[in-house]
């Protein structure tokens, strides 16, 4: 049965970007690598620009026909478009083509069908793609198939090739009416797992959270497992995970930090799937920090790096605290390329969360950003209070310790934003030296 099931999701694919007035050439690298991670053989790749879309078929009429000969020529099984089409103009490029035409939105979705494994990220896949078909049925049929469950459209998927993974594969009678219900229900059931995942982060909120972003593929899963010796699955794919992983990381002298991995970005991430996702990136917009890791080695890095920033700020933090990393130094081939970006970025850190290079520089630098700065206090309070004294002992350097008329004054060295914890601590008074 799996062998069955590669072989019919080994789909030959022709690749086509049309290219908008003013926009800069696309070489199609990163489509590329979506339809080969959705499992498809890319036979061909097509681009045209143009003077003006066309409402009726997006690109020209003759180039469409052109389109058509290619199909013939490499028997190609499926057309994917690089661009957000409407369903009236993937229906009259599928009545010249004769072959299923996809767009980069929809080859999306069917990546993260592939990839949902945990009940919550079936659910965000599933929701996504309702929301994605609903406005679309009249051009792929007249009814979806019965999801029944959760997760029931996003298992059954695989065998009907690329783009008809998930919902809509059976083709049963559901009219519109019971998809807009199954919504509902969807927002209904991810509204109590994301009720549950504030609860969460409220009750860490002692803790100093720090959420891993960037590119897909970019190494943050191999990151988080080299500081934290997680087990976070690692695969050279795009999205090769959905779902959150959060682990203690211990930093210095007892300081301790959480450190959450979250689902990559892409460029044109489709809106469904950040809105699906709201629960799964509740971890980044609660962070105290982000760490945004980049890929050096890639020769799109500029873009990349722009793309999560345009995410991030969709999400709500825009405003967020960000270190940023450079990963992958050690396969990066053109030095340069690091310079000139270190020279833009001079906050950056050079690492290689493969082998482990540079992980301690980033340990010092977000050391530096958890303390966010050190001041010298002095405090008095009762020796009784062992809650004040164990915290200094632990998050503080202590440079002495005096015992007069019944109090303890302790002088110390801390983090500015540990200042906040000791005040709740200590009922008596704080003073700050420098």
């Known amino acids: 049965m799996e062998k069955l099931r590669e072989t019919l999701r080994r789909e030959k694919a022709i690749l086509v970007a049309a290219i908008s007035p003013g926009a800069k050439s696309d070489d199609l690298a990163e489509l590329t690598a979506l339809a080969e991670s ?25 180039k469409a026909e052109q389109l058509a000969q290619r199909v013939k020529q490499f028997r190609a099984d499926v057309i994917i478009f690089d661009n957000d089409l409407t369903p009236g103009q993937i229906r009259e490029l599928e009545e010249i083509v004769q072959i299923k035409v996809l767009d980069r939105s929809e080859l999306i979705l069917d990546i993260f069908a592939t990839r949902a494994k945990t009940r919550q990220a079936k659910l965000q896949v599933d929701l ?36 008809t993974r998930g919902t809509g594969e ?17 927002q209904d059931q991810l509204k109590d797992i994301d009720s549950r995942k504030l609860r969460e982060i409220e009750g860490r909120k002692e803790l100093f959270k720090i959420c891993i972003v960037g590119y897909t593929n970019a190494g943050k899963s191999t990151l988080l497992n080299k500081l934290t010796n997680a087990d ?18 211990n930093l210095a002298g007892g300081i301790e930090v959480l450190l959450s991995d979250t689902v990559g970005f892409v460029n044109k991430l489709p809106h469904h799937l950040v809105a699906s996702f709201k629960a799964t990136l509740e971890e980044a917009v609660n962070a105290d920090l982000l760490i945004h890791v980049i890929d050096v080695s890639n020769p799109e890095v500029a873009g990349q790096i722009d793309s999560v920033q345009k995410v991030l700020a969709e999400i709500g933090c825009g405003g967020k605290p960000v270190l940023e990393v450079f990963n992958k130094i050690d396969i990066l081939t053109d030095l340069s390329r690091l310079e ?30 958890y303390k966010g700065g050190e001041v010298t206090i002095q405090v008095r309070t009762s020796p009784a209070n062992g809650r004040l004294q164990n915290y200094l002992r632990a998050f503080a350097i202590v440079l002495q310790e005096q015992y007069n008329d019944g109090s303890i004054v302790i002088d110390a060295r801390l983090g500015k934003n540990q200042l906040a914890e000791v005040k709740k601590l200590l009922p008596d008074e704080l003073l700050i030296i420098n």
């Open 128 to 163: 996504a793609q309702l929301e994605y078909t609903y406005p679309r049925l009249t051009r792929m049929w007249q009814h979806l198939d019965s999801v029944a469950g959760a997760g029931g459209a996003t298992t059954a998927g695989i065998v009907g090739g690329i783009g």
């Open 340 to 369: 000139m970006l270190n020279a833009i970025h001079f906050d950056a850190v050079n690492i290689s969360a493969k082998t482990g290079l540079g992980t301690d520089a980033l340990t010092q630098a977000v050391l530096a950003r």
């Open 232 to 249: 976070a699955f690692v695969e050279d794919r795009l999205f090769a995970t959905l779902d959150t992983r959060t682990k203690r990381w």
């Open 38 to 62: 959705a499992g498809a053989i890319v036979v061909d790749r097509f681009q045209q620009k143009l003077h003006k879309i066309n409402p009726r078929l997006y690109i020209g009429k003759g």
């Open 170 to 186: 059976k083709q049963l009678e559901i009219d519109r009416r019971i998809v807009k219900k199954r919504i509902l229900e969807l």
